[in-house]
């Protein structure tokens, strides 16, 4: 089907990138927070120590988030930096090269060698730096590293997704407060997880199904092992 090539709203990656991002960080919040109550209920906790508790792992997640995502974004944002430099005196000392390097670049991709002259050299009139950036770098605009947004959003999305545990945590009464806490958890990364795929125009239901097992599968451990640790201290 070579008319699908055309429609543009097929091309979902670059568009939802930052949206996905906040899927997966919310994603983090509730099964981390979630996991964390759990095992802390687990070992008998009373309702002050499990806000205690879980307000403390979503200013500390949110925290590592926001700072892990500043720290890894920069130096993306660094390395794009310096290859732009780079490439800029490449073009200032060397037009013949880098018009040769461009060549070379369309050739490779399938234009007969003529077309690719022609191709290299109306770009290297028009948008030289451009051109280099995306054709031999692979950078674009839209993709231009951006680390404060990126953080910000990456520390939001967290804290939402954590509120949602430590709320019922601190709603439901004792006697249901372990299942409530698991039921949302799971709830919660199963829809995100769902939400996550569609965005990225994948199966949603084997995104969801994913996630909800690998969700499952952290909670019942950090459960186990708060109530092998509660019996254990107590
Ligand atoms: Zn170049």
Redesign the pocket.
């Known amino acids: 089907m070579p008319t699908r090539h055309l429609r543009p709203e097929l091309h979902r990656s670059s568009r939802t990138g930052w949206l996905r991002a906040s899927v997966l960080g919310a994603n983090d919040g509730i099964l981390s927070t979630g996991a964390l109550l759990l095992g802390v209920a687990g070992a008998g906790a009373s309702r002050s120590a499990l806000l205690t508790a879980g307000v403390a792992g979503l200013t500390a997640g949110a925290m590592s988030m926001g700072i892990g995502e500043y720290v890894s974004v920069s130096t993306q944002s660094d390395t794009e930096r310096a290859d732009r430099a780079k ?1 800029e005196e ?2 200032a000392d060397d037009p013949e090269a ?1 018009t040769a ?2 060549r070379n670049i369309y050739e490779a991709r399938g234009l007969p060698r003529d077309l690719a002259q022609q191709v290299a050299d109306t770009l290297m009139a028009t948008d030289p730096l451009g051109a ?1 950036l995306r054709d ?2 692979g950078l674009t605009e839209t993709l231009a590293a951006r680390p404060m947004q990126a953080a910000a959003s990456s520390l939001a999305s967290f804290a939402v997704g954590a509120a949602i545990p430590l709320l019922v945590a601190v709603l439901v009464p004792a006697a249901g407060r372990a299942v409530a806490i698991a039921a949302a958890t799971i709830v919660g990364v199963v829809l995100l997880g769902a939400t996550g795929a569609a965005l990225g125009g994948a199966d949603r239901w084997r995104g969801a199904l994913r996630v909800g097992v690998g969700g499952t599968a952290a909670l019942a451990l950090t459960y186990g092992i708060g109530l092998l640790f509660g019996t254990a201290v107590s």
Do not use: A, D, F, P
């Open positions: 490439e490449e073009l880098e390097e461009l280099h031999e770098l």
